[in-house]
C-alpha cells in the first residue's frame, strides 16, 4: 500500500479512547426501561466510528468485534431488539474488552481476542434470539439478468435504462461508458424513443436509454461494478454476446439520434452540459477508446510524501481559545521588546521613566504569558472524574449497596501531572467512602436514610490551591475501633489524649487497616497511608472529617501546577535556599527564653503553647552561617504531615514565584530538596524539601510528640 | 484544482482521507459533521463530497438533502462513506441523492479509484 496507514494510528487510538468514555458514561446513563433514542445514537455512532477506523488502519480483531457490538446497538436504536437491563453489563464489558485490545495495540504489542470471542458469543447468542442474524453484507446488488458465464466469451451486451432522475445524483452515463471503454472496445448507441416533446421535455432528466456491446475478456463482476451506483435504480441487462459474432453487427443505425440531437443539444445546453455530452458522444455511435489514465500516478504521488514518524508523546488537547491567547501574549511582548530595543539603542538619561515603563511592561507580559502558558497544562478535573460512574457503578452492584454519585464542579481546571498523578489517590478514596462509609440499604433505612446512599466528588479552586473533596453520607467513620485499633498496632498508647480530628487522622498512618476481612474491594494491600504519601508528593494534603452517623468528608488540598512555585528565599551564609511558600506558618526573631535545651542536644522552641524543635539548616547543608547562635538568626516555622519545626537561618529575603527544575532530572535526588531554580541574578538556588528535611534532622512524629509530652510534664 | 469536501467526524479517518488525497493532488477542505459540511460547502466551490453517514449534529443523509436543493450542487457527484453494507443504508442514501459509496474499511487506493470513477 503506497500510504502509510500507521501515521494515523495514534490519532486513531485516542480518537476510540475518547469513544470508549463516551459509550461507557452513555452506557451508564441509560435507562433501559425507556432508552432515549439520542443517547442510544450516541452510543452506537462511538462504535460505528471504531469499527470503521479499525477496519480502515487495519485492526481486524477490533473490527470484527465490535461489529457485533455495533449490530445489537444498531438493532436497539431501530428499535428490533428489547434491550435488557444486564446487555446494558455485556455492552460495557464489550467496551472494557475493547480499550484493553486498543492498549494492548497501542503498546505495540497484538491484542488477546480471547476475551472478545466470550463476549462474542453471547453477543451472537442475544442476536440469533432477538434477530433472525444480522444484515449480511450483499454482494454486487442483482442484476436483472444474468449471465452464467463469468467470462462472457468475447463481450457483453448491454441495455442500460437509467432512472429519469439519474443526473440529479450526480451520476453521469458518460463516465460510466468512459469507465467500460477501459475494459474493451465499446461501441454504444442510444434509444430515444422516450424523449418528450420539448414543451414536456425537463432538462435536467435522463430520457435515453442506450444498447452498449462491449467487446474484451472482461468480467461480468466487472461491468456490474461500474453500475453498482445505479443498478438499483435502472433497468440494466448484461448478456453474453454469442461466441463468434460480428462485432458489426451489433452496432445499430444511428439516424433516430442525429435526427433528434440538435433540439436536445439547444434545450440542454444550459441545465445539464454533462447529458449534451453524453449525447453528443452516443451520436458518435461509438466512443473512441478512451486514453488510457495514468493508474499509478496517484500511488506514486502519495508515496513521494514524506512519512511522518509515528509521535510517541502523548499528546494534549487544547482549546483554541488558549492558543490564541498565547499568541496574543506572544505579540505584546515582541511589541515590548522592540519598544525597549529602541530605548536601549539611543539610551539618555532623560528616558529613563520610558525605560522603566517597559520594564514594567515586560513583566507583566512576561507573568501574563507565563499564565497562558501554564493553561495550557490545565485540563478540566472531569478528564479524572469521568471514571467514576462507571466504578461507582460496578461496585455498588458487587456490594449490592445503592449508591448514586454526584459529581460537581467537573469543570475546575488542574495541571495535567496533577491530575494524572490524582487519579489512583482518588480511586482509592472513593473505593473507601462506597466499601466502608456508606452502608447496606438494609442498614441504611434501619437509620431512617433514604436506601440509595449518595457519594459526591466535588472540585473547587481555594486560594492558589485545587480542593477535591469525597463526601459520603454513610456511617461516618468509628472512632473507638480506630483508636482501639491503633493501640493494637501500637501506633498511639491508650494513655495519650488524642482529638476526634487526631483520631480520625490515624487512619493516614502506615500499617493501619480497620477492614476486618480484607475485602475485594479496598483491601488491596493499599492503605491511606499510601493515598497520603501520594497526595503529598504532589504536595498537597489530605484531611478527614467525620460525623458519625450522618458521613465523612475527605479533603485533598493540591497546588495549581507543580512546575512553578510561590518561594520564600532564605539565606544562610553565602547560600539562597527557596521555601515553599505555602509551608510556612510564621518567620520569628528568636529570643534566649524562648529555646529549651533537651536531653538529645536537641533545642526546642516554645511557640505559644506549643514545643517546636529547632533544625539548624547549617548543621544539615554543612555550610557556614553568619552566626551559629540560634539567638542571633531567624526561626522560620514550617509544618509538613502535622509535624512543625523551626528552621535557623540567617536572613530572609524576597517572595517570588519560581520555576522548578528537577535535580533528578538534571542530577539526582537529594534527600532534603525537591528541586532547584534559578535565580533573578542567574545564581542557582536549591528548593527545600520540608519533609525530606524533617527527617534529615531526625525528628520524627514519635519523637516530636515524646518532646511534647516531656515538655508538657517539665512545664506542669 | 479539483477540491474535495471530506467529511466525517472521526478525526483519524479525516487525516488519513485528506493525507491520501492531498497525496493525489486534490485539494481538501475538512469538515466534522453534516452541519458544518454544509456550511463550508456554501462559502467554496466544492467538485466532490465524500462523507460518512452516521455523524452526530447532521448526519450524511440529511447533508445530502441539503446539498441537492443547493443550485450549485444540483449535479455534484457526492459519495457516501459507510461501515453499513447494509443495503437500506445505500438506498437512503442514494434516494436522498448521493451518487454512490464506498464501504468502509477501505485503503487508501480504494480510496481514489472511487473518487476517480466520478471525477474522471
Known sequence: MSVDLSQFHQVFFEESHEGLDIMESALLNIDVSNIDSETINEIFRAAHSIKGGSGTFGFNEIADFTHVVETLLDLIRSDQFVMQPDNVDLFLKSVDCIRTMINELEGGSTCDTEQANVLKQQFEVLLDGGFSGEPEQSDASETKVSAKDETGGNGWQIYFKPDIDILRTGNEPLRMFRELAELGELSVSAVTDEIPALGELDPEACYTAWNLTLWGDADESQVKEIFEWVVDESELTITPLSLGADRHAQTESPQEVSLEEPQVQDLTSNAAPQNLVSQNLVSKNVVPQAPKPERPKAEKKAGDAKKESKPESVSIRVGTDKIDNLINMVGELVITQSMLGEIGSDFTVENLPKLMAGLEQLSQHTRELQESVMSIRMLPISFAFSRFPRLVHDMSQNLSKKVELILQGENTELDKTVMERISDPLVHLVRNSLDHGIESPEQRLAAGKDEMGQITLSAFHQGGNIVIQIIDDGAGLNKDRILTKAIEKGLVSDSDHLSDEQIYDLIFRAGFSTAEAVTDISGRGVGMDVVRRNIQELSGSVEVESTPGSGSVFTIRLPLTLAILDGQLIRVGQNVYILPLISIIESIQSYDQAIHRVSGGCDILRLRDEYVPIVRLWEIFNVKPDSKKVEDGLLVVVECENIKVAILIDDLQAQQQVVIKSLNDNYTTVEGLSGATILGDGTVSLILDIGGLIKLAGVSKEQYKKVEHTDDSEAA | ?120
Open chain 2, 1 to 120: 484544482m479539483t477540491t474535495i469536501l471530506a467529511v466525517d467526524d472521526s478525526a483519524s479517518m479525516r487525516q488519513m482521507v485528506t493525507f491520501t488525497l492531498k497525496g493525489a493532488g486534490y485539494d481538501v477542505i475538512e469538515a466534522s459533521d453534516g452541519q458544518d459540511a454544509l456550511d463550508k460547502a456554501k462559502v467554496s466551490a466544492v467538485d466532490l463530497v465524500l462523507s460518512d453517514i452516521n455523524m452526530p449534529i447532521m448526519d450524511g443523509i440529511e447533508l445530502v438533502k441539503n446539498l441537492r436543493v443547493i443550485p450549485d450542487y444540483k449535479f455534484t457527484p457526492i459519495l457516501m462513506l459507510t461501515t453499513e453494507s447494509a443495503s437500506d443504508k445505500k438506498m437512503a442514501g442514494k434516494n436522498a441523492g448521493a451518487t454512490g459509496w464506498l464501504v468502509k474499511p477501505f485503503n487508501p487506493d480504494q480510496l481514489l479509484a472511487t473518487i476517480k470513477k466520478v471525477l474522471g
